[in-house]
């Protein structure tokens, strides 16, 4: 398991308003446990099933094939129930085994449906058998609804149906009562009621001797009584009886089932659990689709490589207000393992630094990160945190003596597979004591290979970078002209903390900041100028790379919009061709089939005609049309070999092919439809829907 340090470190990286996040995305009871109950693991081969259990599941959210994992009832104490000899369960409680035994179903369905995918969520299952007697025995007495069925046992049949007749003759006796009684004036307004579940007529007090029966009770004023009619007592009675006769009969029946399905427990129980695990991934899956969250690339090795990450709680809040988020990309490996990261107060050094933490926990504990899929995350054994004011009353420590009794724990138990965060380092005590104890802090750091993030404005700490193997530094960007922070972590140099930039914006008065710089020393403010300057630039140069990117991303649009327009237009070449060619087949068609008929015609008439010369003139009529056809293909095949057809409506200037004999002209007129087409010197009008658009091809010279 991860070690994590101090006690506080979830609430120091926000982890648990993850938590919180992702048990409202649960509906069960046993994956809110899972949850409340959640761990951060430090082999590698826990995590990546966790994280690709968690994919799997977020690529069926919001599609037509969903995951049907619908229960949702905690059953915890009706398994241990059946596992209690004569347990006797609820017609509601057994109904709930068969929906969960169902379900059980469902799921195994549609893995079925799904071959060869979602490995990771089907292996989960993969020692669930499905037992359908466990419906089929829960469904032959109790009906959709919880009630135990009439057709449940024979003797309950038989009660069901005398106690309908009895409670019909009981209504009809008892009506007949309450319009004698009211007919003759001696019932009250509210005419009937219910007393110690029995049936009562409501009378006028005054004439409650004239009503035969058993008095049940009188309302709080004594103006009127309650009285069950002499003639319904026994059929009271009955219904009474056979009520009771039936409860015991159900109960038998609930016993009975109980004991039926108890040989079943360690299945159900099995079947419970696994959909509270499916309904606990399902959770995470959700979560992960609120924060375009994704799986990063592993490694056995600890490291932190990351691309275009945010922090999921501003990414949220973000969302919410309708702002950006400014991604981070930073790496820790062996060759870069600690980075100081420094630059103006309120610039964002805090949140980038709990971002790297918080997306590490979230990792480690199985929950897919708002990165880039391209982004590399290994494992670490320890992750310990110094973030804010860690000062104790009870112990009576000082701001800066709980931050060296920090800073000992570190030092003492560091390692190679730490992951370490400290704010403001070297905070709380004399700058020139303080700086010195960081820098030495650092580079005992630095020697026991542990990786880390680490905000100063302490400028030796800064300059370490070229002096100590392993450190580099990250500023964060800050606008001068503005006086705003830009939330952009810049990786490779230090940042200035515009100690006199934000002074000189803030109107303080020029004669104490210019004895400010008097008394600051030349060194450290040359250097802090320096470091400003060249942020400053490095802003510039951000605006110009950002508007090189957009251009270029224009140029692709306009590009891939180019090609869609060059492939639009083949397309329909291509079209009018297939056009042409079939209407050219369908003409030749028809005269083949004409001939045919014709020449039938020939062979009939010449047999029975005794002008054989006129026969013999018609067989030439027809030999005569076949060549010309032959004609035209002939010219057609010339046609291909010299032009291609463009398709597009004809205009003046444009050669056009004439359809039948395939002569190509120049159309030097348009006349509504019709057109004036020059052939060599002679101009021809003819219909323009005869003639298609035509361009000569280009003939490639060959090199020798």
């Known amino acids: 398991m991860l070690q994590l340090y101090p006690a506080q470190a979830l609430d120091q990286l926000e982890f648990n308003k993850i938590r919180l996040l992702l048990l409202q995305k649960c509906r069960t009871d046993a994956a809110r446990k899972r949850v409340e109950e959640l761990r951060f693991h430090t082999r590698l081969e826990y995590v990546s099933m966790a994280l690709e259990q968690t994919l799997e599941y977020k690529s069926t959210l919001g599609g037509s094939g969903a995951f049907p994992n619908d229960f949702t009832r905690n059953v915890e104490r009706e398994l241990k129930m059946l596992s209690i000899t004569n347990a006797i369960l609820k017609g509601e409680e057994l109904l709930a085994f068969r ?38 025995i829960i469904s032959a007495v109790i009906d959709d609804s919880g009630q135990v069925k009439d057709n449940a046992s024979q003797a309950l049949m038989q009660i069901r149906v005398d106690l309908d007749r009895t409670r019909q003759q009981l209504r009809k ?55 069950e009619p002499e003639e319904t007592i026994e059929l009271n009675n009955e219904v009474s009886s056979l009520e009771r006769a039936e409860h015991r009969e159900i109960q038998r029946i609930l016993a009975q089932t109980t004991s039926k399905l108890s040989v079943y427990q360690p299945q159900l129980d099995a079947y419970y ?145 730490t992951l370490f965060f400290i704010d403001e380092l070297g905070s709380g005590s004399d700058p020139n004591l303080g700086g010195a104890f960081a820098e030495a802090i650092v580079e005992e750091l630095a ?58 914006r803030s109107e303080l008065s020029p004669k104490v900041i210019d004895r400010a710089r008097q008394l600051t020393e030349r060194g450290h403010f040359k250097l802090d100028k320096m470091l400003y300057q060249t942020e400053q630039q490095s802003v510039r140069l951000g605006d110009k790379e950002k508007q090189l990117d957009r251009l270029i991303r224009k140029n692709e649009e306009l590009q891939e919009q180019y090609e869609d327009l060059i492939d639009k237009e083949r397309l329909k070449q291509h079209y009018e061709t297939l056009k042409l060619q079939n209407k050219i087949k369908k003409e030749e068609l028809d005269y083949l089939r004409d001939t045919e008929r014709k020449f039938k015609q020939i062979i009939h008439d010449w047999k029975k005609s005794e002008n054989k010369q006129e026969v013999i003139q018609s067989a030439e009529k027809i030999l005569f049309r076949k060549k010309q056809i032959e004609q035209n293909e002939s010219a057609a095949r010339k046609a291909d070999k010299k032009f291609k057809i463009t398709g597009r409506a004809p205009q003046e200037g444009d050669l056009l092919r004439n359809t039948t004999n395939h002569q190509v002209g120049r159309l030097v007129e348009i006349k509504g439809k019709k057109g004036v087409v020059k052939i060599g010197q002679m101009p021809f009008t003819v219909t323009l829907e005869e003639w298609i658009t035509v361009e000569e091809k280009k003939i490639q010279k060959t090199k020798k």
């Open 447 to 504: 020697s026991k290979k542990a990786l880390g993030i680490i905000t100063t404005h302490y400028l030796n700490l800064k300059v370490m970078a070229g002096k100590v193997a392993g450190i580099f530094n990250g500023a964060m960007a800050f606008d001068e002209q503005k006086l705003e922070p830009l939330y952009q972590l810049n990786i490779g140099k230090p940042g200035s903390s515009y100690t006199f930039a934000i002074a000189q």
């Open 173 to 227: 006796t008892f009506e007949g009562i309450l319009r004698k009684l009211n007919k003759q004036g001696y019932l009250a307004d509210i005419s009937e009621s219910f007393l110690s579940g029995r049936r009562t007529v409501a009378v006028f007090a005054e004439h409650k001797r004239i009503v035969k029966g058993i008095l049940h009770g009188e309302s709080d004023t004594s103006k009127t009584v309650f009285i």
């Open 273 to 417: 659990h696994l959909t509270g695990l499916y309904d606990f991934i399902r959770a995470k899956a959700l979560l992960a689709q609120d924060l375009n969250a994704d799986m990063p690339r592993l490694s056995q090795h600890p490291v932190t490589d990351l691309v275009k990450a945010v922090h999921p709680l501003l990414l949220l809040h973000n969302k919410q207000a309708g702002k950006p988020v400014i991604p981070l990309n930073v790496t820790l490996d062996r060759q870069n393992r600690i980075l100081m990261i420094s630059g103006p107060n309120a610039g964002g050094k805090t949140v980038s630094m709990k971002t790297v933490g918080l997306l590490q926990l979230m990792l480690q504990a199985g929950l897919l990160v708002p990165v880039d899929p391209q982004s590399e995350m290994g494992i670490f054994k320890q992750m310990m945190i110094h973030i804010g004011d860690t000062q104790s009353i009870e112990n009576e420590l000082s701001t800066y003596s709980a931050h060296l009794r920090d800073m000992k724990y570190f030092l003492d138990f560091a390692n190679g597979k």
């Open 99 to 136: 929906n969960l035994a169902l379900c059980i179903r469902d799921i195994l369905t549609w893995f079925k449906n799904h071959d060869q995918m979602f490995p990771q969520l089907r292996a989960l299952a993969e020692k669930i058998v499905y037992e359908k007697e466990i419906a089929l």
